[in-house]
């Protein structure tokens, strides 16, 4: 089957296959298009919204209390206690005092100053020892939200990912899909924090700061109004540089974990010729290609992170100065006379203090912005790469009125089928033959003349360009991929084996077949008895790539776990190519048993499989050449012929030079 | 290779550990203590910061003549003082606020608390669980100062920290290619990927938490005391109590040690764990959609995605109890301070400048007491991933004999004597083997599947050392070479294709780096893969996709096959070349193994009998032994011989 990509060259017919994220393009984000992205998360958080909103009441609930906690203990603790103002006549009563001696004097003597604090201290301790408990606990339940919402997305990734053609994955590196599976889907645990908690309080609080400040000194609050535009063209200017330096640096470390898996991948023949140094010359650019993007990346957000600092900065020195001096003028309030009541009238200490916090505060709110937003452009860029991803539609969908596969009745048919991968080089033509029920069809010819991409459309791994290939008279693009897959059934030519048991890996298709199905299906492919021979039978744990067995066991067990499937169609590709002659024999003979009620298709070279089948069809330069029996073909004298004969004369012996 | 990671470690063993990781950054050690200066010279700053505010406070403000202040100012605050003496409130202001603007420009503090207080650093967003987390601790640039000093500490942390990350993990990566081969069969590859990518920067960060922080937190608790003691001198009490929060954080949290780097470890198993199912879903793709696998892989790979977020959500709740823990004597500690301090206040020994300067200063000791009390415990999630990188670095890898040689060509042969090899598992894999393999001759390994033939030709190469008996290269034992020398006279053709993402240029010169574009021409002429590269529009530049996907299983053993050919090799060894062939293709390189093995030594492992009709010889294996041994014409003349039976059967329909 892998030979499907024999007629894969690069070019390819459909350009959402091509190789993703290669980004020495340029940003293609702007800060609308940022927005958008993050908005189009929201969606992620559907699953678990109600969650989330219980999230944010709590948080909003404990945040109020802790703002209304703060200005009540401020105003105890900094004016009454340190300053020593009087109370009013409401506070002296909850707190137990003495109108004569809290409310009605110049100032507060030192004794019940001493009190209030002892008091606000206990006040301070019950609301800080709940809400800081409170606090942790609900970021634990945050943890919890949005792993889920992480998870979500990593399975989605996944299931695309599996979902795409063999096209895509020809161009697109293992290591950078799992890169966005893990790393750039991580991202997505920001969204609450990045598009609600933080610009949501943090500008609530900006405003309604900048609104208490209005009442102490309009210039004070037109000052910190102020920061915005210089820290927005801040902005603007780094925006950008900023997300081009984290693509670059995505992409920079997907590569190098690109590059370590595939240097595994193939360690071995690295190993056997020599060729480990030159791996690690090409790992370590990759390394320190993949750290220098890092570096400038974050070096650009440090400074993006202080230069925001001097601006609003310098703004709070310039408040502090105009601030000290209506202090030690004791300029009078702007809103003076409506906030006699609360006993702030005239700029003193007290206010000083007080305008200092709030302003400081003020300019707290800008830099959280500021800075959220800065990383906000390496979550998007993740984000994006997530969708890049997410984005690409798989080549091979259910059409929306597709049915169910019955069981087969009569056979497959290829009317007529064309396909090919690029524009000028068509890979199948003309393709039309039969195969019927309890027949075995080989199919054969020269490597590369297309025999494994009429067998992947039988698939549905992709389909025709033109014609139609069908079973019982149905179009396979009319029936449900799922079902069609479970009425075919392949041994693959590359004997691929997952590092689980043996018996797993022969139950991969079928997860609920019992163990005497599995032996049984064994029993077919000759495999039961070296199975059993194996250290722990049917539970023997197997190696990355199946190593500890030989080629031939590692064929046997493939198809036994096509047979296991007992679907209608089975596709053996190249099933005997690692297999000695007797076993061979004793396969085919299982299988034409087993095969009675089947229409079993084989690509395959060995003649002795071929001579067994039913009818032959010899592909060659991707149309059908001949068609027949075996007697048949050969006394037709065509290409068929010649490769029989091809294979059992023997070749002329080598000159001597 | 990987094996697994122990569940626990004990606490020796993570001491060990970390000690081990501190002997690894030696080498860097200059820039460790060039980046502990640049921390010394971003705390003087600390010291002077909150001066002006306090001055404003206290003169510009309630008008306090300097003479007056109630506490004694330290004496880097007296030129200052000096200067302004006598000056008007405005003058004064003017000049605590230009002093704090420079502040800001150097350092980037205007004030000591947070909000005065700039750090640079560029943490980005991290999601829940090890691996994310790690990409920050491996690009780690922090600084305790804003300003213009400290973006440089952090472009010269940032530096030091990267530069660290990548000595260890290539020298990890050098490791992992250097271990001997067989290791790597029963490999899950994730996992390897995520010791290199994310358990590596354990080490730069336990150094960090061991070394950095606490030294530059103890610099900081010591300055800040001497500038309390200095002014408020009287007060012992406000240092000894923020100092008491060391060990107190150390009591409340160091119980939960244990628990810490046991989560941590188990967090970093089931990340790795998620890795390796989905590296090898994706590897196996078209086997995955061919076999309908897609919902199974999901499921599989749910459940493990979960489990590691699972286990790293146990990682959070050991961190919460450690801080709830911690918390209950922070809380009251600082509750004390505060009061105490107010009363101070009340009384009149100290101004409200100083209320909040003292807040500030206290703040300051008491966080970084708490840095270093809970120190112990906050450093046990890298222990878990330094295991994991040193286990690899420590795993034998392929060494050659202390007086190992080099070998030339091999001229004559090479020898198997009374060879037995057994698995790992104890299977007897060849079984008291005698063989000899010739130059100029073609040697031929069949037999039955498993019958041990690929495993012969692995002993022959070195690759797999026997459990008995002896191989010799030219009657010298081939232990007394060097695995480099060795491998370099051999060029083995695998079962398994393995083409890298590369050029076809690239990937037949993987063995032989000079070979010239003729050299390549003429090596695919032999192996027949050059008409079908001639026919792609970019010839020998065409890449050719990841594992070379883009091939079919035969144009890949082609190019397999010529890559073996172009190396300057004494050997050839083939491992059935020709399965995946057609028969005219297959006999054009039968033709070319009998012209190649004219000069060189050829074994060829194969199961189709045309490819090694005119062997010189051919061994018939089966079980592990060979059976019988002879030319094609030899063997089959015997009666009853298994190689005739082998061969009768195959021809079995010959016309």
């Known amino acids: 089957m892998s030979s499907i990509q024999a007629e894969v060259r690069s070019g390819p017919k459909k350009p959402e296959y091509a190789r993703l994220g290669t980004g020495e393009r340029g940003d293609r984000l702007g800060f609308r298009l940022v927005i958008s992205l993050l908005w189009r998360c929201i969606g992620m958080l559907r699953p678990v919204r109600w969650h989330v909103a219980a999230l944010a009441t709590a948080y909003a609930l404990i945040g109020a209390i802790v703002l209304v906690a703060v200005v009540v203990l401020f105003d105890l603790f900094w004016t009454r206690a340190l300053v020593g103002d009087p109370l009013t006549v409401a506070t002296a009563a909850s707190l137990g005092l003495d109108t004569a001696i809290s409310v009605d004097v110049d100032a507060l003597s030192v004794e019940v100053r001493r009190n209030i604090a002892r008091q606000a201290m206990w006040v301070a301790g019950f609301i800080f020892g709940f809400a800081i408990p409170a606090g ?52 997505v645990t920001q969204l609450i924090d990045v598009l609600f908690l933080t610009p949501i309080f943090a500008i609530f609080r900006f405003i309604f700061l900048v609104m208490i400040l209005v009442a102490f000194d309009p210039i004070l609050a037109l000052l910190l109004l102020c920061t915005w535009p210089p820290a927005v063209l801040l902005g603007a200017y780094y925006s950008r540089r900023l997300r081009i330096g984290f693509r670059s640096a995505r992409e920079a470390n997907a590569g190098l974990t690109a590059h370590i898996q595939e240097t595994l991948v193939g360690i071995k023949v690295i190993k056997a010729y020599g060729a480990e140094r030159r791996e690690q010359v090409r790992f370590e650019e990759d390394s320190k290609k993949a750290f220098a993007t890092a570096y400038s990346a974050r070096a650009m957000l440090a400074s993006f992170g202080v230069f925001t600092f001097w601006i609003v900065g310098s703004a709070f020195l310039i408040a502090t100065a105009m601030a000290t001096i209506d202090t030690q003028r004791q300029l009078a309030l702007l809103a003076g006379t409506s906030l006699a009541v609360a006993g702030m009238q005239v700029w003193n200490l007290g206010l000083y203090s007080a305008f200092k916090f709030l302003f400081g505060n003020g300019t707290d709110q800008v830099r959280l912005l500021f800075r959220t937003w800065g990383r906000t452009q390496d979550i998007a860029i993740g984000l994006e790469r997530v969708f890049e991803l997410l984005d690409l539609e798989p080549e091979v969908v259910d059409a929306p009125d597709a049915i169910e596969l019955a069981p087969v009745q009569r056979g497959l048919t290829f009317r007529d089928v064309a396909f090919r991968y690029r524009s000028d080089r068509p890979v199948l ?73 043996v018996r797993e890996n022969i139950r991969y298709a079928v997860p609920e077949a019992s163990d005497e199905e599995v032996t049984a299906a064994a029993r077919v492919a000759c495999a039961d008895e070296f199975i059993v021979g194996l250290p722990e039978g049917y539970d023997t744990l197997l190696g990355e790539r199946g190593a500890k067995l030989s080629s031939g066991q590692r064929q046997r067990l493939s198809i036994a776990r096509a047979v296991l499937k007992g679907a209608d169609i089975l596709i053996l590709d190249e099933p005997t190519a690692s297999l000695d002659a007797e076993t061979e024999l004793a396969l ?47 006394e037709g004298g065509g290409i068929y012929r010649d490769l029989v004969l091809a294979e059992y004369t023997a070749p002329a012996r080598a000159v001597s030079a | 290779m990987s094996g697994t990671t122990p569940k626990e470690i004990e606490t020796r063993e993570s001491i060990a550990l970390l000690a081990r990781a501190l002997r690894y950054v030696e080498p860097f050690r200059w820039r460790f203590i060039g980046k502990l200066l640049i921390g010394f010279v971003s705390l003087a700053p600390m010291v002077l910061i909150p001066w002006p505010a306090k001055i404003l406070v206290d003169q510009a403000i309630e008008g306090i003549p300097f003479g007056d202040s109630l506490t004694p100012l330290p004496f880097f605050i007296e030129p200052l003082v000096a200067h ?335 060879v037995s090899f057994a698995f790992a598992d104890g299977t007897l894999a060849v079984d008291r083997v005698d063989l000899e393999a010739r130059v100029g001759e073609v040697t031929a390994l069949v037999g039955p599947a498993g019958a041990g033939k690929t495993t012969l030709a692995h002993l022959l190469c070195g690759y797999l050392t026997p459990s008995s008996g002896e191989v010799l290269l030219d009657d010298v034992p081939l232990s007394r070479f060097t695995n480099e020398s060795l491998r370099r006279q051999i060029a083995f053709v695998f079962q398994e294709t393995a083409l890298f993402d590369d050029s076809i240029a690239d990937n037949l010169r993987l063995g032989a780096p000079d070979a010239t574009e003729a050299e390549m021409e003429a090596a695919t002429a032999l192996s027949g893969a050059s008409e079908f590269i001639e026919a792609l529009p970019q010839r020998y530049d065409t890449p050719l996709g990841r594992s070379g996907s883009k091939l079919s299983v035969g144009q890949k053993q082609r190019l397999s096959i010529a890559r073996a050919l172009i190396r300057p090799s004494s050997v050839l060894i083939l491992d059935e070349p020709t399965s995946a062939l057609d028969s005219k293709t297959e006999r054009d390189l039968a033709r070319t193994i009998e012209e190649v093995g004219q000069e060189k030594l050829v074994l060829v492992i194969a199961h189709r009998l045309s490819t090694i009709r005119n062997a010189s010889q051919i061994l018939f294996v089966d079980d592990g032994r060979i059976i019988e041994r002879g030319s094609h014409d030899e063997l089959v003349s015997r009666m009853n011989g298994a190689y005739r039976r082998y061969f009768e059967l195959q021809s079995q329909g010959a016309v």
């Not at chain 1, 599996?162 to 991202?187: C, I, K, P, T, W």
């Not at chain 2, 500690?333 to 300067?357: M, N, P, Q, T």
Request: glycine share 6%.
């Open chain 1, 136 to 187: 942790i606990l609900l970021w634990y339940y945050q943890v919890w939200i949005l792993q889920r919402v992480n998870q979500h997305l990593r399975v989605d990734l996944l299931e695309r990912l599996q979902s795409l053609s063999l096209r895509f994955h020809a161009e697109n590196r293992v290591g950078d899909a799992m890169y966005r599976v893990f790393q750039d889907s991580a991202m």
């Open chain 1, 588 to 634: 085919l003979n299982n299988l034409a048993v087993w095969g009675r009620e089947r229409t079993i298709l084989q690509v395959t070279h060995r003649l002795a499989t071929i001579r067994r089948a039913d009818s032959i069809v010899v592909i060659e330069a991707g149309t059908v050449a001949e068609s027949g029996s075996h007697e048949e073909l050969m």
């Open chain 1, 429 to 501: 033509e003309n393709i039309a033959f039969e195969a019927g029920v309890g027949t075995v069809t080989a199919i054969v010819g020269p490597t590369g003349s297309g025999k494994s991409t009429l067998v992947a459309l039988l698939l549905r791994l992709f389909d025709p360009d033109s014609g139609s290939v069908e079973i019982d008279g149905v179009d396979l693009r009319k029936v449900t991929v799922d079902s069609l897959r479970s009425r075919v059934s392949i041994a693959l030519q590359e004997n691929v084996l997952f590092a689980q048991t």
């Open chain 2, 84 to 418: 302004l003496y006598g000056a008007t409130p405005v003058e004064v202001v003017f000049w605590c606020v230009g002093i704090q603007a420079i502040l800001m420009v150097l350092v980037g503090a205007i004030g000591t608390s947070g909000r005065e207080n700039d750090q640079a650093e560029a943490y980005l967003s991290s999601g829940h669980d090890t691996a994310t987390r790690t990409e920050n601790e491996a690009n780690a640039g922090f600084s305790m100062a804003g300003g213009i000093l400290g973006l440089f500490d952090f472009r010269w942390t940032l530096r030091l920290t990267q530069d660290l990350n990548h000595h260890y993990r290539s020298r990890l990566f050098e490791r992992i290619q250097a271990l001997p081969m067989v290791s790597f069969d029963d490999e899950r590859i994730g996992d390897a990927v995520y010791r290199v990518m994310y358990d590596t920067p354990s080490i730069t960060n336990g150094v960090y938490r061991i070394l950095l922080t606490p030294i530059l937190a103890v610099a900081m608790i010591f300055v800040t005391s001497a500038v309390i003691q200095a002014v408020f001198g009287e007060h012992p009490v406000l240092v000894w109590s923020a100092l008491s929060m060391l060990p107190l954080s150390f009591i409340a949290t160091t119980p939960f040690a244990a628990a810490m780097r046991r989560r941590s470890i188990a967090s970093r198993s089931a990340g790795a764990e998620s890795t390796s199912t989905v590296e090898e879903g994706l590897s196996n793709v078209l086997a995955v959609q061919s076999l309908g696998g897609q919902a199974r892989e999901a499921k599989r790979f749910d459940k493990d995605s979960w489990d590691s977020f699972s286990e790293y959500r146990s990682v959070v709740r050991a961190v919460i109890f450690a801080v709830f823990a911690a918390m209950i004597p922070a809380l009251a500690l600082y509750g004390y301070a505060f009061l105490y301090a107010i009363d101070l206040v009340i009384e009149g020994s100290i101004s409200r400048g100083d209320f909040l300067l003292l807040l500030s200063y206290y703040g300051i000791i008491f966080a970084s007491a708490i840095e270093i009390g809970a120190l112990w415990f906050r450093v046990q999630s890298t222990t878990a991933g330094l295991q994991r990188v040193f286990f690899l670095m420590d795993l034998p890898g392929e060494t050659d004999a202390d007086d190992a040689t080099d070998t030339d060509e091999i001229r004559k042969s090479i020898r198997l004597q009374n």
